[in-house]
């Protein structure tokens, strides 16, 4: 069975800090992966996919993210964080079937 | 594009009484639409897949005469919660697929608080 696990459950840091939260997951064949994330009270919003290709994939707000297939790993990463990136991020991932299996989330908070 | 929305955004109801939720996708169609349920502080536990004239599949351990899903046509869904109980107060949301069987687009989410 599919799995997403998240390590960081509440990662604190200063703003222009830089990221980065863990993702892996547990899936013997091809997957395809996401990075979702939820601002307070507000909804899920994509920032990023890795389908296939480059392992290096670009998202919205200067975010990216690696797929290291032999560690199972889809790792976050931001170079210098602001204020207004404080949310929960999940990581989700979908492999033969169409459900998508998110990882814990990892709560972000940035101190100006 | 690809705006899903959901209705209501939040409800309150009395023990015993039944609710009803939609979920729209409102400008694509979806043959596939998703519902999850969020409590305080965990990740998005998938309850059921809806498919547009068809059954719903549920997870594991959802109920199924409890949680009543219906996909009428190719842009909307809903999800009944019979006889609600406190315990089934959460954060439901739903996403919607649009048929690239890779990307879900996900709603505002309705919050159902039983009393």
């Known amino acids: 069975a599919q799995s997403v696990s998240q390590h960081n459950h509440h990662v604190i840091l200063s703003e222009a800090a830089s990221l980065e939260l863990g993702c892996n997951y547990s899936y013997g064949g091809t997957v395809n992966l996401f990075w979702y994330v939820q601002y307070p009270g507000q909804h899920l919003q994509l920032l990023l996919k890795y389908f296939s290709g480059d392992p290096l994939v670009k998202g919205i707000k200067g975010f990216e993210a690696e797929f290291i297939k032999s560690k199972f790993s889809f790792n976050l990463r931001k170079p210098s964080v602001q204020w207004s990136d404080t949310a929960e991020y999940f990581c989700a991932v979908n492999g033969d079937t169409d459900k998508l299996i998110f990882g814990t989330g990892t709560r972000l908070q940035v101190f100006p | 594009g690809a705006v899903v929305s959901q209705h209501p955004s939040w409800v309150i109801c009395k023990s015993g009484t039944s609710v009803k939720i939609e979920c729209r996708s409102l400008?694509?169609?979806?043959?596939?639409m998703f519902w999850y349920r969020q409590f305080p502080k965990q990740s998005l536990m998938l309850m059921a897949t809806?498919?547009?004239?068809?059954?719903?599949?549920?997870e594991q351990g959802v109920e199924k005469d409890k949680f009543l899903i219906n996909h009428a046509s190719l842009t909307l869904s809903t999800l009944t919660v019979t006889s609600a109980h406190p315990e089934d107060s959460s954060f439901y949301i739903c996403?919607?697929?649009?048929?690239?069987?890779?990307?879900?687009?996900f709603g505002p989410g309705t919050r159902l608080t039983v009393l």
């Open positions: 809806s498919n547009e004239g068809s059954k719903a599949t549920y």
């Open positions: 400008d694509f169609q979806a043959t596939t």
């Open positions: 996403s919607a697929d649009p048929g690239n069987g890779h990307e879900q687009f």
